[in-house]
């Protein structure tokens, strides 16, 4: 079922719902920003460099 028939058969807000959905396809695909730089926003640049060296370390201790 195509999104503009469930604008016949569903309610109003359907409408609106219709309308996000074509804005997000006109738009293409949203580019995340990469990983490191979203940790770091969530955690901060100090401790997200702190983890990733660590991670970093143990992964290379683990292979070796």
Do not use: F, Q, T
Request: charged share 25%; net charge positive.
């Amino acid at each position: 079922m195509s999104a503009a028939l469930l604008v016949h058969v569903a309610p109003a807000s359907s409408r609106r719902l219709l309308a996000d959905v074509n804005a997000l396809s006109e738009k293409g695909p949203l580019a995340k920003p990469p990983a490191l730089d979203r940790l770091e926003a969530a955690i901060g640049r100090e401790l997200a460099d702190r983890l990733v060296a660590a991670l970093s370390d143990r992964r290379h201790h683990s292979a070796g």
